[in-house]
């Protein structure tokens, strides 16, 4: 489960701003707080804030940091850093999460140079119950330093890391957590104590999923026969009119004309190796576009099968594709997975969560959520501008933060409870009468109202050339004068 997230001049974030799940003393809705000896964590997390605040630039973060850990430097990474301020280029920027993996607290973080792409430094400890650091290793490539820490104590294994991190110091685009977890299938079976270090890469790749509006979910593969009643049942609870799905054969030939030859090949590719490599059926492969889902695998003679879903509404004898659904329930279907028990231990970041939804919709995804949050440890952390979730008051005070923007066009965190709201004072009524204090988008109203007048005075403008071209008869010099003096009394006004 998550714990804390830090950033530090990356986007929009300049200074370190750290983003929370700890749970505070809120009392409402305690079921749904995930609490053992040490801490006490939130399960969802709803940011709100004007546009241009921040808050894609958050989740973008969590995409960084997944992304340098499972594949490396990302596209256009160069310039990533805080720009308002030109002499961050030379700054490192820093990124530091905090897990709870099998009870323990583990801290990983590392600081990259943007501009040129070198990693500066990289750690993983343990937070104890003391609030010690246990260490597992520091990198450091300034002084090309690496050190394995006291956390391990065979000394085999220790020597391994050892030999490995030296050799890493040669490289500074990859991460050591990505170097040490790559080839090494063998080291991890002959020194178990090292999973540690398996177990942190891991839930990058399998424990968190990060959504930005462009993309895709993971959701879809949950759509197996086993789970479809439960699927159709949900979705029609939630009022799409849906009432029933089925899993459809596609023939191979349709779907070649779609997809380009290099795409089809690799799948094929990926598949066989799959096959040759596990002892049971491998599971398929998801292609997905916007409006297209496809699921292709290898029967036992190795003859490809691809399949899709269709749906029906009120009449189940009728079956609609997905192209033919409304991009609100393409979007529920994308989300359908945060509502299943199949997603326990996982964490979702979803940027603008209410996308193409009817916000009563949004609410019931929300609501459900958090129905289900005291039976299992799955964490949603959501941003939106659907302040009608902060009116349905399902939230509780340490589930929502706001992310502001100051003069200097820095993002700051600001989790409600720093507000120290009065019990009876309801943070929907809290955000309009200015309580909560640069919350809501700001506007110029000077110039807001200079606009608007010079808006009116084109438009007058232009009325007035329309209509002497259709009333030629009118005498040109009382014209000229009437429409003039108007304009130039709007003009004063």
Not at 254 to 261: A, G, H, V, Y
Not at 392 to 408: M, P, Q, T, V
Not at 415 to 439: C, H, I, S, W
Request: proline content about 3%; some cysteine.
């Amino acid at each position: 489960m998550l714990i804390k997230f830090s950033i530090e001049n990356y986007l929009s974030f300049n200074q370190k701003q750290t983003f929370s799940m700890e749970a505070g003393k809120t009392r409402k809705y305690s079921d749904r707080i995930y609490k053992d000896k040490q801490l006490k964590l939130t399960k969802c997390e709803a940011i709100f804030g004007a546009n241009a605040s921040g808050k894609s630039n958050l989740t973008e973060a969590f995409d960084f940091i997944q992304t340098m850990v499972l594949n490396g430097l990302p596209n256009g990474f160069t310039n990533k850093y805080f720009r308002q301020n030109p002499s961050n280029q030379s700054k490192p920027s820093s990124f530091e999460i905090e897990l709870l993996l099998d009870g323990k607290r583990m801290v990983y973080g590392f600081s990259i140079l943007l501009k040129t792409g070198s990693i500066q430094s990289e750690y993983l400890y343990e937070l104890t119950t003391n609030n010690l650091h246990k260490l597992l290793f520091t990198r450091n490539l300034l002084d090309a330093s690496f050190v394995v820490g006291d956390y391990f104590q065979d000394s085999n294994g220790i020597e391994k890391l050892e030999m490995y991190g030296e050799d890493s110091i040669a490289d500074s685009e990859l991460l050591f957590l990505s170097i040490i977890n790559h080839g090494k299938a063998k080291m991890y079976e002959d020194t178990p104590e090292l999973k540690i270090l398996k177990k942190v890469y891991y839930w990058f790749g399998k424990h968190l999923t990060v959504s930005n509006p462009n993309s895709i979910l993971t959701g879809y593969p949950y759509f197996s026969n086993s789970n479809l009643t439960e699927i159709a049942n949900l979705l029609n609870a939630l009022g799409t009119g849906i009432s029933d799905l089925k899993i459809v054969e596609v023939p191979v030939e349709i779907i070649k004309t779609k997809i380009p030859d290099k795409l089809f090949n690799k799948i094929i590719s990926d598949l066989e190796k799959r096959k040759a490599k596990s002892k049971t059926a491998p599971s398929p492969i998801m292609l997905r576009s916007y409006k297209e889902f496809y699921t292709f695998e290898l029967n036992e003679e190795n003859d490809l099968i691809i399949k899709t879903i269709e749906f029906s509404h009120e009449k189940k004898s009728i079956y609609f594709n997905l192209k033919e659904e409304s991009d609100g329930t393409a979007r529920l279907l994308d989300l359908i997975e945060i509502l299943l028990k199949v997603s326990d231990d996982h964490i979702f970041v979803i940027d603008e969560i209410d996308r193409c939804l009817h916000p009563a919709m949004t609410t019931r995804i929300i609501e459900l959520f958090l129905q289900m949050a005291s039976e299992r440890n799955t964490q949603l952390i959501i941003t939106s501008h659907e302040s009608r979730l902060l009116a349905a008051e399902i939230l509780r005070n340490d589930e929502i933060c706001f992310i502001l923007k100051n003069s200097d066009g820095e993002s700051i965190l600001n989790p409600l409870e720093k507000y120290q709201l009065r019990a009876d004072k309801k943070v929907y009524a809290a955000m309009f009468d200015g309580t909560l204090k640069n919350v809501l988008p700001f506007y110029n109203k000077e110039k807001y109202k200079i606009f608007l007048h010079k808006t009116e005075c084109k438009f007058l403008q232009t009325t007035y050339a329309k209509t002497m071209s259709l009333h030629k008869t009118v005498d040109k010099a009382h014209s000229d004068a009437v429409g003039f003096s108007y304009i130039k009394m709007v003009l004063e006004s």
